[in-house]
T-cell receptor, first 112, second 113 residues
């Protein structure tokens, strides 16, 4: 079953605007991760936030985590056409051995 | 450097034929290895994972199986493919020392006809 549910399912913005994507999950987690997938390709790891962290930054990416609401958001600032891709949140709720559960993904289109 | 190889990139197989997809990892030792399947427009479904040679955990009961004959080799197999086995298959590994993010292969697009 899918743990993470992303929102919105699709997002279209103009180059230079910020893109905000949300993810909700159901069970307690060890960490939450965001991945990017270009069409027909493998996934690329973007950022990981642990359950005891509230916010992380990596370049133009900002991720927040609210464990009380079981939700996370991914903000991409100053978007570029090259950011066009599908974005997935994934949760790791396992014990000793990591197992990621992925959401269905968000399709982001950045118009030049 | 650490890399992951997955092949073939695309595969068209008839119903009832066998399947063997191979994934190898370079530049690391004793990784966790994973097989995921992605149906069109959907998220990834974990099929199998392995924490060591010969150690396979199945997440979804179906006509697929996995094996890990060597530390950095992970194989996905089927004796008889079904139409429902069509999808995009992705191999991934995790460095347990850092436990920071999976590295995915480029995927195999399997179409069962």
């Amino acid at each position: 079953s899918q743990q993470g549910e992303e929102d919105p399912q699709a997002l279209s913005i103009q180059e230079g605007e910020n893109a905000t994507m949300n993810c909700s999950y159901k069970t307690s987690i060890n960490n939450l991760q965001w991945y990017r997938q270009n069409s027909g390709r493998g996934l690329v790891h973007l950022i990981l936030i642990r359950s005891n962290e509230r916010e992380k930054h990596s370049g133009r990416l900002r991720v927040t985590l609210d464990t009380s609401k079981k939700s996370s958001s991914l903000l991409i600032t100053a978007s570029r056409a090259a950011d066009t891709a599908s974005y997935f949140c994934a949760t790791d709720a396992s014990g000793a051995n990591s197992k990621l559960t992925f959401g269905k993904g968000i399709t982001l289109s950045v118009r030049p | 450097s650490q890399t992951i190889h997955q092949w073939p990139a695309t595969l068209v197989q008839p119903v009832g034929s066998p399947l063997s997809l191979e994934c190898t990892v370079e530049g690391t030792s004793n990784p966790n290895l994973y097989w995921y399947r992605q149906a069109a427009g959907r998220g990834l479904q974990l099929l199998f994972y392995s924490v060591g040679i010969g150690q396979i955990s199945s997440e979804v009961p179906q006509n697929l199986s996995a094996s890990r004959p060597q530390d950095r080799q992970f194989i996905l197999s089927s004796k008889k493919l079904l139409l429902s086995d069509s999808g995009f298959y992705l191999c991934a590994w995790l460095d347990r020392k850092t436990n920071y993010g999976y590295t995915f292969g480029s995927g195999t697009r399997l179409t069962v006809v």
